[in-house]
């Protein structure tokens, strides 16, 4: 016996109301590693406590220092503030060694943001996104690509993924965002 299948898929016009994909303008963006207790030192140049716990942020001075590791901080600022960040930190290193790497030009920000924003990480990010708390980042994966993602609000995103991943990224998150228009 044959049986006939329907289904019926809701386009949903206006697809940009439930989830935005914008790519941000570009960062100053430094790898920092330091010991545990060099973190005081460095928090003082940086004019930034450092967070001590993975997935917390602190901010101040326009500057933004994110703990992905135990000695590890990814520092991000306006473009502008790039040159200050290195001057701040130079004179510390005698007291506090420690290894800035300039990471600028290796990564591509994408905010993400509207009322589908977590359905369309979803599709790619293995992380439980319900966890992800507001002022909180990541390092996690998105498909097969390396990834930072910052929870800024309910409904807000921001995705920071190497460039040479980039087009790949920004096609699956064109396809989620068409999936979700269609009603998939």
């Excluded at 001590?52 to 602190?58: K, M, Q, S």
């Excluded at 960040?85 to 506090?96: F, G, H, K, S």
């Excluded at 498909?143 to 807000?156: C, Y």
Aim: charged share 25%; proline share 6%; aromatic share 6%.
């Amino acid at each position: 016996m044959m049986t006939k299948q329907m289904h019926e898929f809701q386009i949903i016009h206006g697809a940009a109301e439930l989830v935005r994909i914008e790519e941000l303008t570009p960062a100053a963006r430094f790898s920092l590693r330091a010991r545990a207790a060099n973190v005081p030192a460095l928090s003082k140049a940086l004019g930034l406590e450092l967070p001590g716990r993975v997935g917390e942020r602190a901010e101040a001075r326009g500057r933004v220092a994110l703990c992905l590791g135990p000695d590890e901080w990814l520092l991000t600022a306006p473009e502008a503030a790039r040159d200050g960040i290195v001057t701040d930190l130079a004179p510390a290193y005698a007291e506090a060694p420690h290894s800035l790497a300039e990471i600028s030009d290796r990564e591509i920000s994408y905010a993400i943001t509207g009322p589908a924003a977590l359905e369309l990480l979803s599709i790619a990010c293995p992380r439980d996104l319900d966890r992800l708390v507001t002022g909180r980042a990541v390092r996690t994966v998105f498909d097969t690509a390396q990834v930072v993602l910052w929870r800024d609000g309910p409904e807000a995103f921001r995705l920071d993924v190497w460039r040479s991943f980039a087009p790949h990224v920004l096609a699956l998150l064109e396809t989620g965002r068409a999936e979700i228009a269609a009603g998939l």
